[in-house]
């Protein structure tokens, strides 16, 4: 034993400088880059590690010819060093193979770069729009691949406006002296061919016309090529899903003469069926009245193959749920008459468990900060639901583009790997907006936001509103997680000026508020519920008030010191923009008492929004949405009299559009119940990975406020108790730090001589 040892010490102590060397480098004495021609030297020696001073590894080689590989502009290089005269400094000794300097070398072989793109025959087609799809364009470097797939891009485009004998041809021609290329690229555009005659045989139960018109090759159209399957497809679902189950397209060809393209479909309907009974076979995880929710048809409706597909699909899902991704479910229809029975024959096979989860995409965002958010955990059966809830609450940081899952099978039959592979947006960014009302004037909005901060997913904003009647600054700083526990913490500063309404004036005094809030939420059940606690100090200033007012609205400064508390149950799965789920809101605001101040009142409210995703067009998601909000103020203490500051001023953007607030809804000195309900219909005009960045709405807003609850009215007029509604449509942009609206609204109930209408510019949402 004791000889045993001695060998392994002598071993280590043979070994040592191997294991030090490892470590070591040379130290740069000079950088000389080779084989340029069109690259300029300084891109090459930003982009190389080697610098002159500097310890330069072995390992370091590898990844230098890497990043040169990288720049799209060279096509191979090598990188060598070579020992020079001069001796390294003192500092580095410890940490260099020689010592003396080397020249790093670095050769490097330049892809051509493209000097002219010529483009002959190109006629139909601009020659902007050809460089546009092949991908390259003149300055670029050559790259025979990618200009291989444009000009299979370009095919295609010829396709589509129906030249499909078009011929594309090109040549390459590089100078050897500069490294320059020339491209040439013939086209024979041929004629366009057009879809002369479209018979369909078999048509029984429709009109020939219709089954034609769910082609895209229609007589007289441009034929596409590629679209023929596409159009036989359509025609196959059109039946299906209109209760021929035993529908088949029996023949299908085309025929192309003279620049014409004649089609021939051959069909057979089958005969038109409903649905009937349906059970379940295999199935011991759930009952079969549990599996029934998955139904998606309904006895003795028109058979349709998508309702058939969807309720597998409905039923594979409530298996993979319970961690069953492997379940199998296969039909066996039986026709009785004019009904369809279906079996769903299920094989179940065995549960899942999720050996290991790791988040991957992400570089600015700490892993943690997204790995806290999945509910999915380690070791636990495989959840459907527990990953899409997941995926939402990535979304919900705000700054995540993109979330997707990859499922890694393991050694184990009855294990998996899950991988969160994210997309980062642009966590920071300069917002700024205006626009015009016919009171407002103009209205504008600057901001400056970060929502991953130091990649801890923490929230700071600079936030400057301003116009005629309003000038707002504001910071606010919030952090989602709070000693590793579910509970955000935000603080607040802000200074506000606004022209404020009474009775009849639009601007009848100014108020600045001043001061401060700090608020802490925590959340449960996996951001399901929330506690909402804060601590508000604001300085409030009434100035400037008009001569007729001053008996009514008191001058003067008065400090409000008060806290809020709020529960929260939030069902939606976008928080910036939901397509689905609600919000339900019970909460208090408390001023004054024994929390000092000038001012004791308290106002409770309650506010519930719902959104529905109505229909898809695409990945185009049509939304219905509808909030309710209801609430008072009472004083209560020293306080004999609600501020009129604290009172419920309606009418313009954030409650009933189509509406002002200078007396058109509620009592002329404001009310102190409310009551607002706002309908919306929305779709998106452009999306950017998976996210509505620009939206179309249409809404519909009705509501009032009242003196007293005695007072309150159900019936809609133009009478001072009576309900206000408003109509109109505006549209919606979602930036990364908040949503903005650009609304214009019509009132219905407007007392003679009032505006009917108005345009309304604000930042945030109703749902």
Partial sequence: MLFKNILIFLFFLSNINLFSEKFKGYEVGDIEVVGLKNIKEKLILKTVRAKKGKIYYEEDKKEDIENLINLGSIDRASVETVSLDKEVSQKNYELVLDTRTVKVIYTIYEKPYIKEIKINGAKKISKSSVKSEIGIDKDDFYDEMKLKEGIDKLYSKYKEKGYINADVKYKVEVDSQTNKATITIDIVEGERVSVGNVYIEGVKSFKEKKIKKLMKNREKKVFVKD????????????????GFLNFKILASTYTIKNNKVDIKITIDEGGKYYFGDFVFSGNTLYTPQELSESVEFVKGKLFKEEKLNDTIKNIQEKYADKGYLKVFVSTITSIKGDYVDINFVIEENYPIFVRYIDVEGNKDTKTHVLKREIIQKEG??????????SQEKIFNLGFIDNVELIINPTSKYDEVDLVFDVTEGKPGM?????????????????????????????????????????????????????????????????NNRRYKSYSTTYSAYTERRTGGRVSIAPRFENDKYSLNFAYSYERIKVYDVKEIYKNDIKEGTSIQSSI??????????????????????????????????????????????????????????????IASRFGWVKEFGQTKEVPVYERYFLGGADSIRGYNSNGQIGPLNGGTVYYITNIEFKFPLAREKKRTIVQWAFFFDIGNSWDRFRDINFKIGSKTEQLKTGA????????????????????????????????????????
């Fill in 430 to 494: 300069l917002t700024a907006g205006a626009g015009v009302s016919s009171k407002e004037g103009l209205m504008g909005m600057l901001s400056l936001s970060h929502m991953n901060l130091f990649g801890l997913a923490q929230r700071l904003s600079l936030n400057w509103n301003f116009g005629k009647r309003v000038s707002d600054y504001s910071i606010n700083w919030t952090t989602p997680w709070i000693y590793n526990k579910p509970t955000s913490l935000g603080i607040s500063l802000f």
């Fill in 728 to 767: 109109g449509f505006g549209i919606r942009f979602t930036t990364p730090a908040f949503p903005i609206r650009l609304d214009w609204g019509y009132g219905f109930n407007h007392k003679p001589g009032e505006s009917l209408s108005d345009i309304y510019f604000t930042i945030g949402n109703f749902f």
């Fill in 380 to 389: 636990d059966v495989f959840s459907l639901s527990k990953i899409r809830r």
């Fill in 564 to 625: 809020s508390m709020e529960f929260t149950r939030d069902t939606r799965d976008y928080i910036w923009n939901p397509t689905k789920g609600t919000k339900f809101s019970l909460g208090l605001n408390l001023y004054g008492g024994l929390l000092g101040g000038d001012i004791d009142i308290y106002k409770p409210y309650v506010s519930y929004s719902y959104n529905k995703k109505l229909f898809s067009i695409d990945e185009y998601p049509f939304v219905f949405s």
């Fill in 227 to 242: 679209g023929f399957e596409n159009d036989i497809k359509e025609i196959e679902n059109f039946y299906k899903n209109n």
